[in-house]
């Protein structure tokens, strides 16, 4: 019995200990262990939530991924067929733009190649022409007349007269002879005379002739054949007296003192004695001829712009604007010399109802006046006859209106017709200058 109540007492204990000491810790571990069950149940619920959250948003994005990539692949096929709709028209712009590109190679192949047989035909045409030439200048009779067709050209563009408008041809013969007196006194006082007092002298001559013009009472005062010479000499000399040099006013009282016979007259005669001092300034320079021929050249180049003539013509517009733009188009800077551009600025400032280039073609006639004999160099194939050198000669003083000098040169070369040099001036009328000028207007 002990032995029941001491191994009873002894598993008491044994529980007691278990109870105290064991269970505690087992209890406590089996808690821990249940919540650490429980804690890896609610995560392994949350995971299988944030699976099936996975899996709805996956088939969500998968949707979505399938709904744009029908809307790229729908966007892709517009584009596609815009950019191939795109390169169809832009290849048929191509083509018609290589197809006329073509076209346009074509048409200028086709018309070089024409230039080049048109170019060929010109040449060997060219050259038959200038062999049939040659030997037709071969013959005298042939070489002649091909003289005297370039004699009948020239003579078609000679004046009919050889009547000089700076002559007194057209003066009455009281005005002829007042001007001859005038232009004798002129000569006289002229002489002594330095080049610049000769340029102050037109200058004095040139402000006279236009005070005449715009105060045409005393004009017609100064050239009254009735009046009494002393006293028109006494009102010039009131009137001028101070303003210009004595040579001058020595010369415009032996004009006041003679006849006239139209108011005009004394007024042109004091322009012309005005032009006469500046030539003679050039005549002492040996500058004459180049003089007349810058004239000659000036009055044709305005002669062939009518608009500059009509503006340089204008005597109502100031003289002043009419000068810078004859300054401008014929001054020193052009090539004319300093008295050129003083006769042609004289001439401008002077005009009152002619027309300029009329004006300025007579101002060459009176310089060649001046300048003696004309030389005019002339190239031939062959001697000239007598009969033509005259002809010749007779229609060249025509056209400078001064007596002409030739100087024949013989060169073959020329094969035919002549060739005419006077200063700077060429007529050629040669075969062989003609013969070259169509070789040079030959196409290609």
């Given at each position: 019995?002990a ?18 000491f064991?269970v ?30 996975a899996?709805t948003y ?12 029908e ?10 067929q815009?950019?191939a ?14 197809r ?18 048109r ?10 022409a ?6 037709r ?7 002649s ?16 007269t050889l ?5 007194d041809?057209?003066?009455?013969p009281?005005?002829r ?12 006082v ?29 004009a ?10 002393e ?6 000399d009131?009137?001028?007296?101070g303003q210009?040099k004595d ?17 005009r007259?004394?007024v ?14 050039a005549?002492?320079q040996?500058?004459?001829e ?6 000659f050249?000036?009055g ?5 712009q009518p ?9 109502a517009?100031?003289a002043?604007?009419?000068?810078a ?21 004289q001439?401008v400032r ?6 300029v280039?009329d ?6 006639h ?11 160099e002339?190239?031939a194939?062959?001697d000239?006859?007598p009969a033509?050198?005259?002809r010749?000669?007779?229609i ?13 040169t ?19 009328g040669?075969l ?11 196409p290609?």
């Amino acid at each position: 019995m002990a032995t029941f109540i001491g191994q009873l007492i002894g598993f008491a204990v044994i529980v007691f200990v278990i109870v105290k000491f064991v269970v505690p810790p087992v209890r406590s571990l089996m808690a821990a262990r249940q919540e650490e069950v429980r804690t890896q149940l609610a995560d392994s619920a949350e995971a299988a939530q944030r699976v099936v959250d996975a899996d709805t948003y996956l088939a969500q994005r998968v949707a979505e991924g399938r709904s744009e990539a029908e809307t790229i692949v729908g966007e892709a096929t517009s584009d596609a067929q815009r950019i191939a709709e795109q390169l169809r028209a832009q290849a048929v712009v191509d083509g018609d733009r290589i197809r006329v590109q073509g076209d346009q190679q074509v048409v200028l192949l086709r018309s070089q190649r024409v230039r080049e047989l048109r170019a060929e035909l010109g040449r060997e045409a060219l050259r038959r022409a200038s062999d049939i030439v040659r030997t037709r200048v071969a013959q005298p009779e042939e070489l002649s007349a091909s003289v005297d067709r370039f004699l009948d050209e020239i003579d078609a563009m000679a004046p009919v007269t050889l009547a000089v408008s700076a002559s007194d041809d057209d003066l009455r013969p009281a005005s002829r002879e007042a001007r001859a007196a005038t232009v004798h006194q002129f000569d006289a006082v002229a002489g002594p005379l330095t080049d610049d007092d000769l340029t102050q002298m037109a200058a004095d001559l040139a402000a006279v002739a236009g005070l005449l013009l715009r105060e045409p009472m005393l004009a017609r005062h100064l050239s009254d054949g009735s009046g009494d010479p002393e006293a028109k000499a006494a009102l010039l000399d009131r009137v001028l007296s101070g303003q210009v040099k004595d040579s001058a006013l020595t010369v415009l009282r032996t004009a006041v003192s003679v006849r006239w016979s139209a108011t005009r007259d004394l007024v042109d005669t004091v322009q012309l004695v005005a032009q006469l001092s500046l030539l003679e300034r050039a005549r002492r320079q040996g500058d004459v001829e180049r003089v007349a021929e810058q004239l000659f050249r000036s009055g044709r180049l305005v002669a062939g712009q009518p608009r500059l003539a009509g503006l340089l013509s204008d005597y109502a517009e100031p003289a002043d604007g009419r000068v810078a733009l004859l300054t401008s188009v014929l001054g020193e800077s052009c090539g004319n010399s300093a008295v050129t551009v003083a006769l042609l600025s004289q001439t401008v400032r002077l005009l009152h109802g002619e027309r300029v280039d009329d004006v300025i073609e007579e101002l060459a006639h009176l310089a060649v006046a001046r300048q003696g004999e004309v030389v005019a160099e002339v190239v031939a194939a062959a001697d000239i006859t007598p009969a033509q050198r005259e002809r010749l000669t007779s229609i060249l003083t025509r056209i400078y209106r001064h007596p002409v000098s030739i100087q024949m040169t013989i060169d073959p070369a020329v094969l035919g017709g002549l060739s005419v040099t006077v200063g700077e001036e060429v007529i050629d009328g040669t075969l062989s200058s003609r013969l070259a000028a169509a070789t040079t207007n030959l196409p290609g």
